[in-house]
């Protein structure tokens, strides 16, 4: 999709209720469900984290979106793809979108001069690592060169706008859990990558918000 056209139409979703569950459970993987309960009390004392899914138009003026592959350590979201972003640190002063902004500066170089934020989206709890994460949907206007993070990550993964859309690009893939076990989730497919999870479960939203409006 040409960015200009994009543009002028994404402003819309301003104005739209967020979908929250119902999207975020498309893509769900299914023993969150199990967890429910237990997701809803820990929630409430979770750290916070905030995290940005940037738009921008590439050299061929087509729309992109912006992913990260994480690297390689000893942690629960290892070698994952997801959003720029991180956990909440005092400078942010209690504003998760501050977090965001500022993680995104660092993890994938884009200055916050070059880049607006359009909209909050529904927060989502991830168990293994007791995290609380707000997203936001950003959008530049400019060109970007990204210069990656290289203490934090691994790759930065440049998605069609028209890719992310496409239904071609969801699927069901087998995956490890924090639980001990493997099981079959919901997942988007993005240049050869697998995005599950509550990436996924974000970006299902995003995308249920876009299609109205697109």
């Known amino acids: 999709m040409l960015f200009n056209r994009f543009l002028e139409s994404v402003v819309k979703i301003k104005h739209l209720e967020l979908f929250g569950e119902d999207s975020h459970a498309k893509m769900s993987p299914p023993y969150r469900l199990e967890l429910a309960e237990e997701m809803k009390s ?58 965001a902004i500022r993680e995104t500066e660092e993890e994938i170089g884009v200055s916050r001069m070059h880049f607006d934020v359009l909209k909050t989206m529904s927060p989502i709890y991830i168990p293994p690592s007791n995290f609380m994460v707000y997203p936001y949907i950003g959008v530049s206007k400019e060109y970007l060169i990204f210069t990656k993070q290289d203490e934090e990550v691994e790759a930065v993964i440049e998605v069609k706008l028209t890719d992310f859309l496409s239904e071609s690009c969801t699927l069901t893939t087998t995956v490890p859990t924090s639980l001990g076990v493997e099981v079959d989730v919901p997942a988007f497919k993005f240049n050869g990558h697998i995005v599950w999870g509550a990436t996924a479960m974000m970006l299902g939203e995003i995308k249920d918000l876009l299609k109205i409006v697109l």
Do not use: C, W
């Open 42 to 99: 820990k929630s409430e004392t979770a750290r916070k984290a905030g995290v940005m899914a940037l738009f921008y138009p590439k050299t061929n003026d087509e729309t992109y979106l912006v992913l990260i592959l994480r690297k390689t350590y000893k942690g629960v979201h290892s070698a994952q793809v997801g959003f720029p972003g991180g956990k909440y640190e005092d400078e942010d002063e209690n504003d998760l979108k501050e977090t």
